[in-house]
């Protein structure tokens, strides 16, 4: 152990010493050479407080999210290789899920779709096959099961000693029964950390606190929105059909996710571990400083598990519950976890609300993104800064926590909506949106059109391909029409979601120019489309940056990037006050308007002149739309000419009207995101997060027009340059399925002879090519016209062929009409 008395000041302070703290220990100090580091923890080392000691260890590292199936990997991959005094830290007897129900079946072959599509090897097994890995199940009761060989049990206790050794090997020193009370900042960065063992300053503060986490984020004045919920796992008595088993496991682990629950073997006895009862918060004041996670145990909210555990075990019933443990751990409003820098305050870094499964994966990507700059990995999905401000509230994170303990297990559709809580952000012309039947999607908080009902007079008979079962959900025929509107004649779009940021100050071009890999230099008016990249060359932000002033610029990019991008800004903007940011989001509404008939109908309200020569392609004006004031850029989404029109809020609810009223002689229709994203596909237009993303570089994006060598330098061009010329090994490709009936929903396999090239970064139907898309980065011999490959949707082989792009209009003339 260290001394006593804490040193004066360290580079790097970690609170808590869990799993996530002592891996991140690990991989700074001994794999990074990281010497200056710090461990802090409010109990004793290894029977930590939180819950590391009492989890009951279970990997299971197939999820639908690629990062978090990687975070697992690379858990799995660290425990592997630890033991300690002669044990090993983890036991990789597998895993199987199993299947009550004929829904769970056909989930567990999409499961199996992900593994294929993240390179983890998997398989379906019959009951037979389950019973002779599991011989005490009754086969009777399941339909199948989904296996992993790979997955297998953690001892978190171990693992902490063995990883804490490593990393005092390294350097690192450890501090335990030390209390954080507080965190000294100033100039808008971490100072020091304050103990009940005194102060230490600090240039940088991992937060690892698991449950604590909320509340050494308000001593920073950072946010950090996690629920801590209760959960049960208890553990039987010995069974005489286990005499003799070795004093750990050798079955695999079992998930019953239709019963919510799960099962490991102890040796001769079995543990149970239930999600089976309404959810049980623990308000964050309720967590004194140096309390245990663990919680009085609730036999009545665990019988109906018992229950539902003796029918999958029959043996169960002869046994006693000899162990019986109430353990907390924490949920935030999208249930993904929370990692990396804050923007909220320089040098703060959170590693929160992961579970073993994810810890040493977590702990080696935010040490390889405090030591490098940029982690390996995309990690956006996991981004501490993701999160808008309503979703700060107290009575948000309850509510929001609450229903993903209960949908923890559940089957999951892609689109599935969130039920409550609804209508927090609504445009200005929500009303008009109601009255036309819109069917409303949640993004950000905002309610946003997906279809209008109103629509659905002028479907054509046959217009459309039918779907049925999986396909079919939260999807209508209408979008079809409304996309076939936006191609032939105009259709009106509420882009009011989108995140608008205003750069401005004396240094605004200087540095923008510095962050875009595009040119930012042009005569004010003109609109760019441009990449931010990384250090490694990997697309951090995809946006368009308009200059309206010499040192006055508008960027606009999509609502689910928005804050992640702002606090890339943020992050890479200059200190010295030559740089002011704000985020105008909420005071712009946006409507787009395009289709061949677009400029007719904005002109007929405006008497300004809309003209291709006075107001051409990538630029943008103040314009007038009947009285009310505008700002108008020529650019589309879509595909079609016409314009993004922004107004401020107050005006928006009469631009709408203005608009609509005018539009009704062109054959207006009003169109929501489910045509958005076909028309963008048709298009070949990347959505980031999906298409693109910080793992891959702008030339395999396909993106490599929107670079500018000749600008000087730019951040990420050395490693683009790197890129550019070691050549392309993966590129982002269109296909086509060949089924013109045929659709796919995102994150399948894609196939060539049985073997796994790539996965399905985004797809819907393209009602004027009459063909499913599907887009996929695949290696560069394949990336060829023409190529006949398969996608793996429900375990089923879908032809599909590879596709110039885009599929509609490659000559960029309707755009520029």
């Known amino acids: ?116 599509a993240w390179g983890l090897a998997a398989d379906l097994l019959t009951p037979a096959e389950v019973q002779r890995l ?63 063992r005194g102060r230490i300053a600090a240039n940088n503060m991992l937060l690892c606190a698991g449950i604590w986490g909320p509340i050494i984020g308000r001593m920073a004045g950072v946010p950090v929105p996690m629920l801590p919920l209760q959960q049960f796992y208890a553990r039987t008595s010995a069974l005489p059909e286990l005499a ?117 994966g977590a702990g ?22 993701r999160f808008h401000s309503h979703t700060f509230s107290a009575s948000y994170v309850r509510r929001r926590g609450i229903q993903q303990y209960r ?50 007079s002028i479907v054509a ?35 009011t979601p989108f995140t608008k940021l205003e750069v401005s100050g004396s240094g605004a071009l200087r540095f923008l120019e510095g962050l875009a890999a595009n040119r930012i230099d042009h005569p004010c008016g003109r609109i760019t489309y441009t990449s931010l990249l990384n250090q490694h060359g990997g697309i951090e932000c995809d946006l368009t940056i308009t200059r309206q002033e010499d040192c006055r610029f508008l960027i606009v990019t999509g609502a689910l990037a928005g804050m992640h991008d702002l606090a890339w800004i943020r992050r890479a903007a200059p200190r010295d006050g030559s740089v002011h940011i704000s985020n105008l989001t909420s005071a712009w509404c946006a409507i787009g308007v395009w289709g061949p008939r677009a400029r007719d109908l904005v002109q007929s309200v405006s008497e300004d002149d809309l003209s291709d020569a006075a107001f051409p392609y990538l630029t943008a004006r103040e314009i007038s739309i009947g009285y009310a004031p505008a700002l108008a850029l020529r650019i589309s989404y879509v595909g079609e000419l016409g314009w993004e029109i922004y107004a401020p809020t107050e005006y928006g609810l009469y631009v709408w009207d203005t608009l609509w009223r005018a539009g009704q002689r062109f054959g207006i229709a009003a169109a929501g995101g489910g045509a958005f994203d076909s028309l963008r596909l048709e298009k070949g237009y990347r959505l980031w997060g999906a298409d693109i993303d910080p793992q891959h570089n702008p030339y395999e994006a396909g993106l490599g027009f929107a670079v500018r060598w000749n600008k000087g330098e730019f951040r990420g061009r050395a490693a683009l ?22 659709v796919v929903m995102g994150k399948e396999p894609i196939l060539r002879d049985g073997a796994t090239l790539g996965y399905v970064t985004s797809a819907a139907y393209g009602y004027t090519i009459q063909r499913g898309i599907a887009y996929g980065y695949l290696p560069a011999e394949f990336a060829v016209e023409g190529t006949q490959l398969q996608v793996l949707f429900f375990n089923q082989r879908i032809p599909a062929t590879v596709r110039s792009e885009p599929l509609f209009d490659p000559q960029n003339l309707r755009l520029r009409s």
């Open 461 to 495: 008979p046959d217009d459309t391909p039918p779907r049925d079962g999986w396909t079919a959900r939260n999807w209508s025929p209408i979008i079809g029409t409304e996309h076939r509107a936006a191609r032939e004649r105009v259709a009106m779009f509420d882009l």
């Open 721 to 742: 340059e790197r890129a550019r010329q070691e050549g392309i090994r993966r590129k982002l490709c269109c296909l086509t399925l060949d089924d013109p009936c045929a």
């Open 244 to 360: 003799g088993a070795p004093s750990e496991t050798e079955h695999p682990i079992v998930r019953n996710q239709d019963r919510a629950m799960y099962f490991r073997q102890h040796g001769e006895s079995y543990g149970i571990g239930s999600y089976r009862h309404e959810p049980l918060p623990v308000m964050t004041e309720q967590l004194a400083p140096g309390q245990s996670a663990l919680r009085e145990f609730s036999d009545e909210h665990f019988r109906p598990a018992l229950a539902a555990a003796n029918e999958l075990f029959p043996c169960f019933r002869a046994a006693t519950l000899v162990e019986r443990l109430n353990g907390i751990f924490a949920f935030t409003p999208d249930g993904q976890s929370l990692l990396g820098p804050s923007m909220y305050l320089e040098g703060l870094w959170l590693a929160e609300a992961f579970w073993v499964t994810h810890a040493g």
């Open 407 to 456: 949908e923890v297990y559940d089957i999951i559709h892609p689109s599935q909506q969130i039920e409550d809580p609804r209508g927090l952000r609504v445009s200005p012309f929500h009303r008009r949106q109601e009255e036309l039947g819109a069917v409303f999607f949640e993004s950000c908080g905002w309610e946003r059109p997906h279809w209008y009902g109103a629509n659905e």
């Open 134 to 196: 599991v011989p005490i199940l009754d086969a009777a009761r399941i339909q199948s099961g989904y296996y992993v060989p790979s997955d297998g049990v953690a001892k978190g206790v171990r693992l902490l000693r063995a990883l804490t050794a490593r990393a005092q090997a390294g350097g690192a020193q450890f501090y335990p029964e030390t209390l954080v009370t507080g965190i000294e900042k100033a100039g808008g960065r971490v100072r020091a950390v304050l103990t009940s």
């Open 364 to 385: 080696r990507a935010i040490a390889e993104w405090m030591v490098n700059g940029a982690p390996s990995i995309d990690l956006h999905e996991l981004d501490c800064n």
């Open 1 to 116: 152990m260290s001394a006593e008395h804490l040193p004066a000041a360290a580079d790097t302070v970690i609170i808590g010493a869990g799993i996530v703290g002592t891996s991140a220990a690990y991989f700074l100090a001994a794999v990074h050479g990281r010497r200056d580091v710090v461990v802090l923890e409010q109990g004793p080392l290894f029977e930590v407080r939180g819950s590391t000691s009492h989890a009951p260890g279970l990997v299971f590292q197939t999820n639908p999210s690629r990062t978090v199936c990687r975070l697992a990997g690379w858990s799995v991959e660290l425990y592997r290789s630890l033991e300690h005094e002669g044990d090993p830290c983890f036991y990789p007897v597998g895993s199987i899920e199993v299947a009550l129900s004929p829904e769970r079946h056909q989930e567990l072959k999409r499961r199996l779709g992900f593994a294929r």
